[in-house]
């Protein structure tokens, strides 16, 4: 799988976008972009993918670049209990076959 | 609710005890994961089931013993353990078929090793 770059850490006001960056500069011309994340002690929960075109669903938002190059899922209106560690994905088509492999990710810290 | 579900959530054993954790998923899937979160690390894949059949073992010691008799139901066997096995054990499953890979997780067992 490519290797994906995230920060370690965000913090972002309640009520406001969170935008979270993820840079995957050596992504191969078929290989997805998925995001989960993981609350404390809880198992990582799938929020969204995508190939080339942004896409969106009731949980968030996926900017991807022309170059594909990298990539920031949006949370539109950040709530408390989306504190979490969220992880940035790098995946061929049909790749679920092994399983995923998970970096650190991003703490994103939502504050009241 | 994932549609995942292990039991138990928690788990306190002796270095020489054996004991069983259970997976079930009601998803239809066709493939079934474990994985380990130890403290302060990123989650590691430690076996992977396709159609029942186990295609991927990340180097995992013979004390951690899989076990999928049917699609919808995964094991992991523990015996003589050590206390740096203490961590979180994951379950997933997925459909695997091109072009869609999302994975859905249980909500774990913390399992303590004394």
């Known amino acids: 799988d490519a290797k994906t770059t995230q920060p370690p850490s965000m913090d972002c006001a309640e009520g406001r976008a969170a935008n979270l960056p993820c840079n995957h500069s050596t992504i191969s011309g078929n290989e997805y972009v998925y995001w989960y994340r993981q609350i404390h002690s809880q198992g990582p929960q799938y929020i969204i993918h995508?190939?080339?075109n942004n896409e969106t669903n009731e949980m968030a938002s996926l900017i991807i670049t022309e170059d594909r190059k990298s990539s920031t899922l949006i949370l539109p209106h950040a709530t408390l209990r989306d504190t979490a560690v969220y992880y940035c994905i790098v995946r061929p088509p049909g790749g679920g076959a092994d399983g995923l492999t998970f970096g650190k990710g991003t703490h994103l810290i939502i504050q009241p | 609710e994932t549609g995942v579900t292990q039991t138990p959530r928690h788990l306190v054993m002796g270095m020489t005890n054996k004991k069983s954790l259970k997976c079930e998923q009601h998803l239809g899937h066709n493939a079934m994961y474990w994985y380990k979160q130890s403290a302060k690390k990123p989650l590691e894949l430690m076996f992977v089931?396709?159609?029942?059949?186990?295609?991927e073992n990340n180097s995992v010691p013979s004390r951690f013993s899989p076990e999928c008799p049917n699609s919808s139901h995964l094991f992991l066997h523990l015996h003589t353990l050590q206390p740096e096995d203490s961590a979180l054990y994951l379950c997933?499953?997925?459909?695997?078929?091109?072009?869609?890979?999302?994975?859905?997780f249980g909500q774990g067992t913390r399992l303590t090793v004394v």
């Open positions: 997933a499953s997925s459909q695997v078929w091109a072009g869609r890979t999302e994975a859905f």
């Open positions: 089931y396709n159609f029942k059949e186990q295609t």
């Open positions: 995508g190939l080339k």
